[in-house]
């Protein structure tokens, strides 16, 4: 175990009550704002302290009442981009950085000083104060520092969102190659969930200072009562995939899940091999009994009914289909009825490739629409139906 934390905290009237266990896995803090994923990553990284409990990292105790042990920030094996750091300092940024890499000893070193000014784009800013930056500039030359640090674990807090689009890029495979490499794990705390699926899909769950679940994004999908408050609506498959191909002329790309073949929409920015994850809901997969030829749908996926579930209220048919992976299935009484389905029997599940999305772009997709109309079509935008839902 890398970290083990239990803590307890009383600040006014936020009251944060945090037992939590970190292997060498990339873990995500999400919840809302003031849900205490900041507080935790500073209780760690040593900016604030706990009035009880302990806090222990490889087997170094950085925290204990009890035993009346406090380690300084300094001292702490911890490397921490957080939302505030070094807001007030009157250090140049050559001189800052430079202090960081000295300070850790040569056998230690990850990164070559150069080479992270070079990678983060820092060179024009070398001579200005820490303090005079951008919040932006602040967050790059934060991420140096602790990457400089060489430390046992990472803490980002909302950095992907403070670094800008430009550098999100480059840092994702450095953060990766850390991990798979280095075995350096990143905590990452963030209101997006697309951004720390971006990194990991172990998640830890906060509400008012508490947690509220954790484990894989499956496992804490499962639990109806919380896709809400992930930010994931009317999503009934959730399914890990891996890039294997790009298509620009059949304009998808493709990826294997548990050994199923699947056309997703084209993102070439994916690299090959990597993982995602990806959604599917019920109702937008259609059944066939038979591999139909001749139509736009480029997912045909064969498998064979497990288990038939009337919804509550009798609206809808729940079908449960193995195909390796299994998927959830809803149709109408009407269609389960003329199709004569039954545990057991084959069918193949019809998905459009457009009906698949990918999980880490759920807070970015558009509020716009394509609308059908006559011998035209229309593109609405967000400002364009709130006018029309007033009309």
């Known amino acids: ?64 009442s009890r035993k009346g042990i406090l380690m300084p920030r300094e001292q702490r094996p911890i490397g921490a981009v957080l939302q ?13 950085l430079t202090a960081a890499y000295n300070r850790t000893l040569r056998q230690r070193r990850l990164f070559k000083l150069d080479y992270l000014i070079g990678l983060l784009e820092l060179g024009p800013v070398l001579d200005q104060s820490v303090a005079l930056l951008a919040d932006g500039e602040r967050q790059r030359v934060a991420l140096a520092r602790a990457l400089l640090k060489s430390p046992k674990i990472l803490l980002l807090d909302e950095t992907f969102a403070a670094i800008g689009n430009a550098y999100r890029g480059q840092l994702l495979p450095i953060l990766k190659r850390l991990q798979e490499e280095f075995g350096l794990p990143v905590m990452y705390a963030s209101q997006s969930l697309g951004e720390i699926l971006d990194l990991t899909d172990q998640l830890i769950l906060l509400e008012q200072g508490k947690i509220v679940r954790s484990g894989s994004l499956r496992e804490v999908a499962k639990q109806q009562d919380l896709l809400s408050y992930l930010g994931i609506r009317q999503i009934d498959n959730i399914l890990p995939v891996n890039i294997r191909r790009h298509d620009k002329i059949l304009g998808c790309s493709m990826a294997d899940s548990f050994g199923l073949p699947l056309a997703l929409p084209l993102r070439p920015q994916l690299a090959l091999g990597a993982q995602t994850q990806v959604s599917i809901r019920a109702n937008d997969i259609a059944l066939s009994r038979h591999y139909i030829d001749g139509i736009s749908i480029q997912n045909q996926i064969k498998g064979r009914i497990c288990a038939l579930i009337p919804s509550i209220g009798g609206e809808s048919m729940i079908v449960q289909i193995d195909c390796g992976a299994a998927l959830l299935v809803e149709i109408t009484p009407g269609a389960y009825q003329n199709m004569a389905l039954r545990e057991g029997d084959t069918v193949y599940c019809l998905i459009k490739t457009h009906a698949i999305v990918y999980l880490s772009e759920l807070d970015s997709l558009p509020y716009q629409r394509v609308v059908n109309h006559g011998d035209g079509y229309y593109y609405l935008s967000a400002a364009a139906m709130a006018g029309r839902a007033m009309i």
């Open 1 to 64: 175990m890398l970290l083990d934390m239990n803590v307890k905290l009383r600040r006014g009237h936020f009251d944060l009550t945090t037992q939590l266990s970190v292997n060498e896995t990339s873990v995500g803090l999400y919840g809302k704002s003031g849900a205490g994923k900041s507080t935790i990553l500073n209780l760690i990284a040593g900016v604030i302290q706990p009035q009880s409990g302990h806090i222990v990292l490889d087997g170094k105790i950085l925290f204990d």
């Open 84 to 96: 505030r750091d070094c807001a007030d300092s009157t250090e140049t940024v050559r001189d800052n």
